[in-house]
């Protein structure tokens, strides 16, 4: 295991951080392809969350240098839907907040107080930036489905 990955059991801030940007780079390279597919206000939609999304990354890449961290970097290429279609792009956006939202989830845990007050922030844009988008909202923002089921389960 290198120096800047975690265990999966040991929660650190610095892992957190790093997730969250994870989250934030595949962001920013879904929205600008799905800008680069929409038209008229829809596009400019796109590129309004991608200006968000950049924002976001860099700040966290602050936080993480701050920290004496080494920001996660970004991967050449994301995975992206299969059609080009406005519902699809739509639900491909929905998605990328949903992503995001699970790595703002985590990072709420942080031991440091500046960074939890980012971290719910962060959570709220999400959540509002997919409902956008046609999310639906969970009741739980950021918790996977199965998750959020099990929580609410009476067994």
């Not at 680069?36 to 991608?50: P, Q």
């Not at 059609?83 to 491909?92: I, K, N, P, R, Y």
């Amino acid at each position: 295991m290198s120096a800047e990955e975690s265990d999966p059991e040991e929660f650190t801030d610095t892992g957190a951080l790093q997730n969250a940007l994870r989250a934030e780079h595949a962001a920013v390279y879904g929205y600008g392809f799905i800008g680069a597919h929409s038209e008229g206000d829809l596009r400019e939609h796109s590129y309004h969350c991608l200006d968000e999304h950049r924002a976001q990354r860099d700040t966290l890449r602050t936080e993480l240098v701050r920290l004496n961290a080494s920001p996660a970097v970004s991967k050449s290429a994301y995975e992206l839907p299969d059609s080009t279609d406005q519902s699809a792009l739509d639900a491909f956006a929905a998605k990328l907040e949903e992503r995001t939202a699970r790595g703002y989830l985590q990072m709420a845990a942080a031991e440091d107080t500046s960074l939890r007050d980012l971290a719910t922030r962060s959570l709220q844009e999400a959540t509002v930036r997919g409902l956008t988008w046609g999310a639906e909202l969970s009741p739980l923002p950021g918790f996977p489905d199965d998750e959020v089921t099990e929580l609410g389960s009476t067994e």
